[in-house]
Nanobody
Framework: QVQLVESGGGLVQAGGSLRLSCAAS????????MAWFRQAPEKERKFVAAISGGGGTIYYDDSVKGRFTIGRDTAKNTVFLQMNSLRPEDTAVYYC???????????????WGQGTQVTVSS
């Protein structure tokens, strides 16, 4: 089992940048594929980006390709999401997620953080 805590959300103007971090508990961090999802007001939660346990496989939703970068620091048990060129439509609560199975990390991971708010003003 793993526990996840996000940080780094906030308010930023369109075109700006934010970096989200997710700290994972436990000693088996490398076993877990990690992902970021987001949920805008009155909308369903959607996949944003994912990275495999070893970091060699990365997925992005088309809406963030070229603007967002996911990465992980095994020594610190953290995964980050660097968000550049932010747009008002990126406004959402961002959730960190984890699962040992790479084939479900983009759809239905088992473990979730509590979320962090990102607001992009126009």
């Amino acid at each position: 089992q793993v526990q996840l805590v996000e940080s780094g959300g906030g308010l930023v103007q369109a075109g700006g940048s934010l970096r989200l971090s997710c700290a994972a508990s436990g000693r088996t961090f490398v076993r877990y594929a990690m992902a970021w999802f987001r949920q805008a007001p009155e909308k369903e939660r959607k996949f944003v980006a994912a990275i495999s346990g070893g970091g060699g496989t990365i997925y992005y939703d088309d809406s963030v390709k070229g603007r967002f970068t996911i990465g992980r620091d095994t020594a610190k048990n953290t995964v980050f999401l660097q968000m550049n060129s932010l747009r008002p439509e990126d406004t959402a609560v961002y959730y960190c997620a984890a699962d040992t199975a790479i084939d479900v990390i983009t759809t239905s991971p088992n473990y979730w953080g509590q979320g962090t708010q990102v607001t992009v003003s126009s």
